[in-house]
Structures are given as structure tokens and as C-alpha cells.
């Protein structure tokens, strides 16, 4: 089992081109696992108790709460970054492909 991405792909003329293709592929599931990675902690900080109060030094009790979706935003725009460059990656080993096989003719 060979976790290389096009694996399957050859070339003669165009390494760079499959090469960059295999990285950027790589690169795109990184910033995929990375992307869910956000969300997920996002979830759980939000899901967790509030934080304790906290004094300002007036007196006054100022609640401090961690309820943001930056880092859900953060997540969903890796993911969506992840798949444009998986869509760019998959269309450069299609271009590898297709000049292999004209190559052969």
C-alpha cells in the first residue's frame, strides 16, 4: 500500500509538475486535519464551563467568557482552502496524465 499521492501516475517530461502536484496534495491534507482540528477545539472550549470571575481592581466582578467562533471561522476557511488546493493538485496530475499518454502515442 503506497500512501503517495498519483502514485500511479508517470512521466517523462513533466516530474516537476508531478512532483509539486504530490505536494501540494500533501500540503492540502495538513491544512485539512488542521482545519477539523480548529473546529473541534472551538466545539469543546465552548462546550466547557465559562471561566471564573474576575476582578478589575475597581471592585466590580467583570464575567470573562471564552464563547468566540474565530477559531471555528479559522477552521472552516482551512478546510475550504484544503479542497481549492486538492482541486489545483488533482488538475496538475490530470495534466501529468494526459501528456503521458500523448507522449506514448
Not at 464551563?49 to 471561522?73: C, I, K, Q, W
Not at 472552516?76 to 494526459?98: D, K
Amino acid at each position: 500500500m503506497n500512501l503517495l499521492p498519483y502514485s500511479k501516475i508517470e512521466t517523462r517530461n513533466l516530474r516537476i509538475l508531478l512532483y509539486s502536484a504530490r505536494f501540494i496534495a500533501l500540503a492540502a491534507a495538513a491544512v485539512f486535519v488542521l482545519g477539523v482540528a480548529l473546529i473541534v477545539f472551538n466545539i469543546v472550549m465552548n462546550l466547557s464551563a465559562p471561566l471564573p470571575l474576575e476582578d478589575d481592581g475597581s471592585g466590580l466582578r467583570v464575567v470573562v467568557t471564552h464563547e468566540s467562533y474565530g477559531m471555528a471561522f479559522g477552521g472552516v476557511v482551512a478546510i475550504l482552502i484544503s479542497v481549492l488546493a486538492f482541486v489545483f493538485s488533482g488538475f496538475c496530475a490530470a495534466v501529468v496524465s494526459w501528456e503521458h499518454k500523448l507522449s506514448l502515442k
